[in-house]
């Protein structure tokens, strides 16, 4: 107690070490605070399955001041943080003064964690790549950071596996419509590959495509890419280009988006068949 008293003492009749040692402090108790707090708004957009973007786009600022929030490059604004905690049913306290990442932390957090783990467990995450993430993932397919940022959904009817989900645009596979989610299997051996079957090829010329793939025995080192629509050619890639393959197990669409065939789209099919029919024939002769 008497220690104190002269250190107090002390520090009034030394304005200039009070004022520094206050400083110190303020400054020990902000650098403390931020780095909670960044590390628990990564934590909880995780949680939420969200990307930057979309966590941006829920808290209506850039992406960009997300990434400098959770890497403590900025502090967010006070409306910001009142939207985060009303999104989370969260107090500012535990915001700052909580690391919601300790599992010794007793709140929703740690149910919602354990729930996502059963899921993973049980159900299969799905990792989905839309249209717009094609480009980032055939950079980033192999950094798990990358993949970490995907949503993911799960579907209980799929055994036990690796997949993934794409969405595929165009008419070249129709009558699967553009548009459509294709939930592909991992093959990790090209020789597990089978003839007329249909997979996501991932390559570094032709990037990704949902196309069938036809093997031949005499060409190892090629296959053939070919679409259910007999209006595309099929065409050749080699198998060193080939990045990932994703065999086609499921395929989601929207119900109002299933294609309408008029007649003059069944006679160009028909024309079409008959002509590589008659190509094949004078190459066989």
């Known amino acids: ?34 780095s909670f707090a960044g590390k628990n708004l990564r934590y909880l957009r995780r949680l939420r399955g969200w990307t930057q973007e979309e966590f941006a786009n829920k808290l209506k600022i850039k992406r960009s001041l997300v990434g400098a929030y959770e890497e403590e490059r900025a502090e967010p604004r006070l409306e910001v943080l ?15 003064l909580k690391d919601l990442t300790d599992e010794k932390t007793g709140t929703y957090l740690d149910k919602r964690r354990l729930m996502k783990m059963n899921a993973e467990t049980e159900l299969r995450q799905i990792q989905f790549v839309p249209v717009k993430a094609a480009a980032g993932y055939l950079a980033g397919y192999a950094d798990p950071e990358f993949l970490d940022e ?19 645009v ?45 093997r031949s025995n005499r060409v190892r080192n090629k296959v053939m890419l070919v679409s259910d629509n007999p209006q595309y050619e099929p065409y050749p890639i080699n198998t060193e280009d080939i ?19 008029d007649v003059g789209q069944i006679a160009g099919m028909v024309n079409t068949l008959q002509e590589q029919v008659s190509s094949l024939k004078k190459k066989m002769n």
Not at 22 to 29: F, G, M, S
Not at 185 to 213: C, F, L, P, T, W
């Open 243 to 261: 990045i990932e393959l994703w065999k086609a197990q499921m395929i989601i669409t929207k119900a109002t988006s299933q294609p309408r065939w």
């Open 82 to 96: 009142q939207n985060i905690c009303s999104i989370f049913k969260l107090s500012l306290d535990d915001l700052f």
């Open 170 to 214: 165009g008419d070249s596979m129709l009558p699967t419509p553009s548009g459509s989610v294709i939930v592909g299997e991992k093959v990790e051996n090209m020789e597990d590959v089978k003839s007329n079957q249909a997979y996501i090829v991932v390559s570094k010329n032709n990037g990704i495509v949902y196309k069938r793939i036809n």
């Open 1 to 34: 107690m008497r220690v104190c008293i002269y250190l107090e003492k002390f520090l009034r009749n030394h304005k200039k070490y009070f004022v520094q040692l206050k400083n110190l402090v303020a400054c020990v108790l902000n650098n403390l605070v931020m």
């Open 150 to 168: 995907l949503n993911t959904f799960t579907l209980p009817m799929l055994a036990p596996g690796l997949y993934r989900a794409f969405e595929i």
